[in-house]
């Protein structure tokens, strides 16, 4: 089994910056490609970045520029450097590890408000 259990989450005023971290952890655990979805109240869950274990990245359009994911593979963790926050940044935010199939954390709030 893997497990991924996020944390960095919270509320924050508008131009704030936040970095989120997932730790996965299982037997014998190598994830190729582990990243972020975000879901808003009402909306789909979409995808915001991914990091495979080479170290190629992909973002949403929407968010190049404001947001940086990084990954540690030496500790299985993956990070999510959010700037310049906006109020539609506001989701619960998942992690995810592709390791044969998908798995997902348990997600973490992200208010951006004033």
């Known amino acids: 089994q893997v497990r991924l259990v996020e944390s960095g989450g919270g509320l924050v005023q508008p131009g704030g910056s936040l970095r989120l971290s997932c730790a996965a952890s299982g037997s014998s655990f190598s994830a190729n490609v582990m990243g972020w979805y975000r879901q808003a109240p009402g909306a789909q869950r979409e995808l915001v970045a991914s990091?495979?274990?080479?170290?190629?990245?992909n973002y949403a359009d929407s968010l190049k520029g404001r947001f940086t994911i990084s990954r540690d593979n030496a500790t299985n963790t993956v990070y999510l450097q959010m700037n310049s926050l906006k109020p539609e940044d506001t989701a619960v935010y998942y992690c995810y590890a592709l390791v044969g199939r998908i798995y997902w954390g348990q997600g973490t709030q992200v208010t951006v408000s004033s």
């Open positions: 990091v495979s274990t080479g170290g190629s990245t």
